[in-house]
């Protein structure tokens, strides 16, 4: 096979409908615009949980990048879960994604936080061009919340993680990313670096900033990330790019974005 140069993009786009979230119709416009101005590979996007919101992406990213995600009955991707793959590219996805709903989360009944009623989980996406080949994952974790940060979920969800992983084509390079809602000094981080080669950790030692924007600790938290697996067979190299916002929803969201460029060898 050969080497595979892949730009993938994952991001929280917060997507709640007013008035929990501000103009999301019009954050879903300047995501678009930022979209197109990066030029994706690939596009993991969390948060997108109404049919409208993929619908406004879609006409604004056709056809240059094809939509995949899996739905609920209620029009929306399930999970939250959006991918966007670049047919300008010459990328495809091979077959029909796959969704896998967490079995560990918070209860249903906490409306408030919406985790809960959210159904959190994977979605992964085998991707192609040519002879080249790569799966990528896209996964949001559930959420902290003042007085309770579920670790005891979110360890259960990351382990569920690594088993979805583990069983990935062990010959192919895979791509996890997403929101993973624990930061890099939780101890609970010892799963997320076990998954594969942490992409985000060298620009997150070097800039001392956060993708949670609500955050304001002295060091804000670093809860998003990209990670490369089955690189045992591969040597990846990879420069990352924090596309920053200004405040929550402040031009795009609550998060920051992550764009990586990277290069994955087949070692010999």
Excluded at 121 to 149: F, K, M, W
Excluded at 199 to 218: F, I, K, M, P, Q
């Amino acid at each position: 096979m050969r080497d595979i140069c892949l730009k993938v993009l994952s991001w929280n786009l917060h997507g709640l409908a007013w008035p929990l979230s501000k103009d999301p119709g019009g954050r879903m416009d300047r995501v678009s615009a930022k979209v197109r101005e990066l030029s994706p590979d690939v596009a993991l996007l969390q948060e997108v949980w109404l049919g409208s919101h993929v619908d406004r992406l879609t006409l604004a990213l056709r056809p240059d990048w094809i939509p995949i995600c899996v739905k609920r009955r209620s029009g929306g991707p399930r999970g939250g879960l959006l991918a966007f793959v670049s047919a300008s590219a010459g990328w495809r996805a091979r077959a029909a994604p796959e969704f896998h709903a967490f079995t560990a989360s918070a209860p249903v009944w906490k409306v408030w936080e919406g985790d809960g009623l959210g159904g959190k989980g994977i979605l992964t996406v085998d991707l192609e061009r040519g002879e080249q080949r790569i799966c990528a994952v896209n996964t949001h974790l559930q959420s902290q919340y003042p007085g309770i940060d579920y670790a005891d979920i979110r360890q259960s969800q990351l382990i569920e993680l690594g088993e979805i992983v583990s069983h990935l084509h062990a010959s192919l390079p895979a791509i996890v990313a997403g929101d993973f809602n624990t930061d890099s000094r939780e101890s609970l981080y010892s799963l997320v670096a076990a998954l594969g080669i942490d992409l985000t950790a060298e620009e997150r030692e070097r800039c001392n900033r956060g993708t949670n924007v609500d955050s304001h600790d002295e060091r804000p938290q670093w809860i998003d990330y990209i990670v490369a697996v089955n690189s045992h067979a591969w040597t990846v190299s990879a420069k990352l790019e924090l596309i920053a916002n200004q405040r929550a929803d402040v031009p795009y969201s609550d998060h920051s974005g992550l764009f990586c460029t990277l290069r994955l060898a087949l070692r010999q």
